[in-house]
C-alpha cells in the first residue's frame, strides 16, 4: 500500500527547513494523507513509457482512455477494482471536456457500480431510493439522508394503505449492496435484518459532471426534481483545475463520490472506516502528486 509522497503533496514553502514543527503541522494538513492506496508503481512505469494509443478510438492517452473508458498502457491486473455499497449514476454534460473530467476514475476503478450517462439522456429512477448529491437550499446531510428517505416513503405508503405490503424476508438482499464487508449474507439474521434496515431504502445515487458553470441544465431538468437532494458541505476540493468564483466546497465528481461514500459508510451503515473506498482515488492521488511536482519545479509552489 502507498500513499503520496509527502514532500510533494501540496504546495509549500521551498524555504521551510524539514523538521521544522510548523512544517511538520503544515504537512498535516495537507490533502489526501493516510489513503490506503495500492501501490503507485504500475502508474510511474506507465507515465515513464509515455503515451499509448487507445485502439478503440486511435486517441493518445496516458493510463486510461477518457473517452472510451478503457486502460491504455495499464492492464486491469494492475489497478485495484473496487466494489461499492451502492450503484453510482453519473449525469454528465454533453459540453463538458472529456480530459478534464475525473467521472472516467469511477467508472474504470469500479466498473460494476458505476455508469456515466451523457445529457439529455437520463435513466428513469424511483425517487424514494434514490439521492441527488448536489448543492442547493433544500439539500441535506449524508447523515440526514436516509431520515428524508424514510419519511418520504412512510408518506407514500400512508396513501397506499388499502393495498397489502408483502412482508420482506430478512435473506433478501439489497440492490447494490456489492461490498463483501458489508452483505447481508455474510451476517447473522440479526445483524443482517439491522443493516437492511440501515441501508434501505437507498439503492442509487446520482451525481452531476459538470463545470459548476454549466450544472443548471442538468439540475433544473424536470426529471431530476423532486429528489432528496445531498450536500457535502464538509468536505474541501483539491482540485487541480480550479474553477473561479467557487467556493471550496465544491468538490471534482470523483472527489464527491469518494467523500460520499466514506461519509455513508460512518454515518448511515454505522461502520468503522478502514478506507474501502480510498482506492477510488487511485488515479487522481497520482496525477494531484505529479501536477504539484510540476508547479514545483515550475517555481509556482
Not at 489513503?35 to 485502439?55: F, T
Not at 459538470?210 to 483539491?238: A, H, M, P, Y
Request: net charge neutral; aromatic share 8%.
Amino acid at each position: 500500500m502507498s500513499s503520496l509522497d509527502q514532500n510533494h503533496s501540496g504546495c509549500r514553502d521551498k524555504t521551510t527547513v524539514a523538521g521544522d514543527s510548523s512544517d511538520i503541522h503544515e504537512l498535516a494538513k495537507q490533502p489526501l494523507q493516510g489513503l490506503k492506496l495500492a501501490s503507485h508503481a504500475v502508474l510511474e512505469e506507465a507515465q515513464q513509457s509515455g503515451r499509448v494509443i487507445c485502439s478503440k478510438c486511435g486517441g493518445s492517452r496516458m493510463f486510461f482512455c477518457y473517452t472510451c473508458c478503457s486502460l491504455v498502457g495499464v492492464g486491469v491486473q494492475d489497478i485495484p477494482i473496487t466494489k461499492l455499497p451502492l450503484k453510482i449514476d453519473i449525469i454528465k454534460h454533453p459540453n463538458e471536456t472529456d480530459g478534464k473530467s475525473t467521472a472516467v476514475h469511477a467508472k474504470i476503478l469500479a466498473p460494476n457500480d458505476v455508469t456515466i450517462y451523457t445529457y439529455p439522456c437520463i435513466p428513469e429512477f424511483e425517487r424514494e431510493k434514490v439521492v441527488l448529491v448536489f448543492p442547493g437550499p433544500q439539500a441535506v446531510s449524508v447523515q440526514d439522508m436516509l431520515h428524508c428517505l424514510r419519511d418520504r416513503s412512510n408518506s407514500r405508503s400512508q396513501n397506499h394503505f388499502d393495498e397489502p405490503c408483502p412482508k420482506k424476508l430478512k435473506t433478501e438482499r439489497v440492490e447494490g449492496a456489492t461490498h463483501t464487508d458489508i452483505t447481508p449474507e455474510s451476517g447473522t439474521p440479526d445483524e443482517t435484518e439491522s443493516l437492511e434496515s440501515r441501508m434501505s431504502p437507498l439503492q442509487r445515487v446520482v451525481f452531476i459532471d459538470s463545470t459548476w458553470n454549466q450544472t443548471n441544465r442538468i439540475s433544473s431538468d424536470e426529471r431530476l426534481q423532486g429528489f432528496v437532494q445531498v450536500e457535502l458541505k464538509t468536505r474541501k476540493t483539491c482540485f487541480w483545475r480550479s474553477q473561479k468564483g467557487k467556493p471550496d466546497t465544491y468538490l471534482s465528481t470523483i472527489e464527491a463520490i469518494y467523500y460520499f461514500l466514506k461519509d455513508f459508510h460512518q454515518h448511515c451503515l454505522s461502520l468503522e472506516y478502514k478506507g474501502e473506498y480510498d482506492n477510488l482515488l487511485f488515479f487522481y492521488s497520482y496525477l494531484h502528486s505529479v501536477v504539484n511536482k510540476a508547479k514545483i519545479s515550475a517555481g509556482k509552489c
